[in-house]
């Protein structure tokens, strides 16, 4: 890498460790994970959270209770690093509870957690945090199986931002229990500017599109340098880049990787392998279909989703709120945004929620798909400020293929909740993003 590249990587350090320091009380937003979190480390030596960069893993970990008063060590510091790599053990000499961040730059650790643990049964507790998808690393399935649990942090919800409680809506609607019609006292926020900006706890301070592009190109900029280079050796950086900038246009939608490969002008394998690294490092997921057959699963063309709608619309080339309003895509970045607040409240759950989409040869489809032990309720995303009895087709489709499913959601645009089915309730967006 050449002097350019190396310049980068130290200043996106410096920054990295500038913004764990000054992430005190004060400019914290308590996250929704946060009882999970302490629940698991009451129970468990090891609790592993993962999550892209900038997603405020660090930032939860110094200031939320009790894991401020924990012995943080970050591999971020090349001190704490080399010491990680020589005498592992020694980094919690004295401490008994113990947070170790970007432990994917360390696999040594593991060992050593896994000897400290093994040694000395309730008595040590460790937090490791890091970018990549650390439950994918040979290392954790081998040192650290059957010892720790694991959680996924994602970018903010709006309902963390206005340091709200999170919605119950999706377990009341599991349950049957549709909450009564009401029209909302507040007209609804346009939600172009957040979809434009972005939810990574960074930009909530940034108050211009220039500013949000100025940071989302910054965080791009860091990926491909550093954060893809620790995860795979990829030297075609551009490359990458532009199958980055061809699946941000397809958030939303069908994900045909033959096509994607033709559009970006690459090999099948070379996407394929490009697709895989965006998901281990939590930038991007493959959304499945829903069938009663597994291996039906397996065979079907996945959805495409990105973590954060800010960052598939900047991957797109959409910097102003009105280039995205009259973008084809707006539609797409809009579930993309709802997709996003439906994953965080079903990993809140226990178990954890699994979400797919539905759609039949015929072409009838719903969005969304949750799935929760033997329960399943349909969610269908709609951008209409007064959605009526035809836009709830595919969820009565879905209804009648599944009629033992709690019912459906149809999420819109406007302010009204209504019912517009026995078991099919009309929500304004705002009751899922809090």
């Not at 959270?49 to 893993?57: E, I, N, P, W, Y």
């Not at 280039?323 to 954890?352: C, N, Q, W």
Request: charged share 20%.
């Amino acid at each position: 890498m050449g002097q350019v590249g190396l310049t980068l990587i130290s200043i996106f350090d410096i920054i990295h460790v500038m913004n764990n320091y000054y992430s005190r009380p004060g400019t914290y937003y308590p996250r929704w994970i946060t009882p999970a979190l302490q629940d698991a480390s009451r129970d468990h030596a090891v609790v592993v959270l993962t999550g892209a960069r900038q997603v405020g893993k660090s930032t939860l970990l110094l200031n939320a209770e009790p894991f401020r008063d924990w012995r943080f060590l970050s591999m971020d510091d090349f001190d704490t690093l080399r010491q990680a790599r020589q005498n592992p053990a020694a980094l919690w000499a004295g401490a008994d509870r113990v947070v170790l961040d970007e432990v994917q730059k360390a696999p040594e650790l593991l060992p050593a957690i896994k000897q400290a643990v093994d040694r000395h049964p309730g008595r040590y507790r460790f937090i490791l945090s890091g970018s990549a998808n650390l439950l994918l690393m040979r290392q954790v399935n081998e040192s650290l199986a059957g010892r720790a649990v694991y959680f996924v942090l994602d970018p903010m919800t709006l309902g963390e931002t206005h340091q709200t409680a999170q919605p119950d809506i999706l377990t009341r609607a599991l349950s049957g229990d549709w909450l009564p019609e009401s029209i909302l006292p507040e007209p609804l926020p346009d939600p172009a500017p957040v979809m434009l900006r972005g939810l990574m706890p960074a930009l909530l301070t940034l108050t211009s599109p220039q500013a949000w592009t100025r940071w989302w190109d910054g965080y791009v900029a860091t990926y491909l340098e550093r954060d893809l280079r620790q995860v795979s050796q990829i030297d075609a950086l551009l490359d990458f880049r532009r199958l980055m900038q061809f699946v941000a246009l397809r958030s939303g939608q069908l994900l045909n990787q033959s096509e994607l490969a033709r559009d970006a002008q690459l090999s099948q394998p070379t996407a394929h392998r490009y697709l895989n690294i965006l998901e281990t490092t939590h930038l991007f997921e493959r959304l499945p279909a829903y069938t009663t057959s597994h291996t039906t699963r397996l065979l079907k063309s996945p959805k495409a989703f990105w973590n954060d709608a800010g960052l598939a619309i900047f991957l797109s080339g959409y910097f102003e709120e009105g280039d995205l309003g009259k973008s084809r895509e707006f539609g797409t970045f809009f579930e993309t945004l709802i997709y996003h607040h439906l994953r965080v409240l079903t990993r809140l759950m226990t178990p954890a929620g699994r979400l797919y989409f539905w759609r039949t040869q015929t072409g009838v489809e719903v969005d969304f798909v949750l799935e929760h032990g033997r329960r399943l309720l349909a969610i269908e995303v709609k951008r209409s400020d007064n959605p009526g009895y035809g836009d709830a087709a595919g969820l009565r489709a879905f209804l009648s293929e599944y009629p033992n499913a709690s019912g459906g959601l149809l999420v819109h645009g406007g302010c009204e909740i209504r019912r517009l089915d026995e078991k099919i309730l009309a929500i304004p967006w705002t009751v899922v993003t809090g």
